[in-house]
């Protein structure tokens, strides 16, 4: 049983439209985090969120927004795709840093 | 930003030869964690060794041992008898302790074994 699920795995949209995707855990933990990765950037903070209704930028926030309404859902809304957003996107989920983080499977966004 | 440093974009190792990835980081924390993460080429993030900032001894994991040098901000990965499987992206990354639990990546390398 996946921990973490993405949805939907893969995406193709239009640009100016709005995107949701979604991040579902079965494990409880406090904190749900969504990142973008593209070639020769890694892995870059979009949002993190520390519990319900609690969430903060990261480094690439522009153009993002979050909520998370249950414990147990992290929902990153594009608000008008741009061609620039065009990426892999990677949902994690920590208890606390020191008991580690688990990746979902990945969701490819691609803005045309 | 406190960065993450992986200065080998790309590396060839023979099968069966130890490799070691290089890792630097920047940081003002006391308490702090090192992870390294694998990704193969089906996409997926997959841990593979952890070290906290007042660990003693190096972390090891199998084949895995991660040879840290804090006065250095250095957290090395090595891979001893590397096998055609290790082939994949490799991301060294760092989280704050106690409260600040966000976790920053380096831009990765990518292991080639050959065969």
């Known amino acids: 049983d996946a921990g973490i699920t993405q949805s939907p795995r893969h995406k193709v949209t239009e640009t100016g439209t709005p995107v949701t995707l979604r991040c579902h855990q079965t494990e409880n933990h406090r904190y749900m985090y969504w990142y973008r990765q593209d070639p020769g950037h890694g892995l870059r903070l979009i949002h993190y969120?520390?519990?319900?209704?609690?969430?903060d930028k990261g480094e690439v926030s522009d153009g993002y927004s979050v909520s998370r309404s249950k414990t147990e859902d992290f929902l990153l809304t594009l608000e008008s795709a741009t061609s620039s957003q065009t990426s892999v996107y990677f949902c994690a989920i920590s208890e606390s840093s020191v008991l580690g983080y688990t990746f979902g499977s990945g969701t490819r966004l691609t803005v045309v | 930003a406190q960065k993450i440093t992986q200065t080998q974009p790309g590396m060839f190792v023979q099968e069966k030869e130890a490799v070691t990835l290089d890792c630097t980081y920047d940081?003002?924390?006391?308490?702090?964690?090192l992870f390294w993460y694998k990704q193969p080429s089906s996409g997926e993030m997959i841990f593979l060794i952890y070290q906290g900032s007042y660990d003693e001894q190096n972390a090891t994991e199998g084949r895995y041992s991660l040879n840290f040098q804090k006065a250095r901000k250095s957290a090395n990965l090595v891979i001893s008898a590397s096998q055609l499987g290790d082939s994949a992206m490799y991301f060294c990354a760092r989280s704050a302790n106690f409260g600040n639990e966000k976790l920053t990546f380096g831009t990765g390398t990518r292991l080639t074994i050959i065969p």
């Open positions: 969120s520390y519990g319900v209704k609690d969430t």
């Open positions: 940081t003002s924390d006391q308490s702090y964690g």
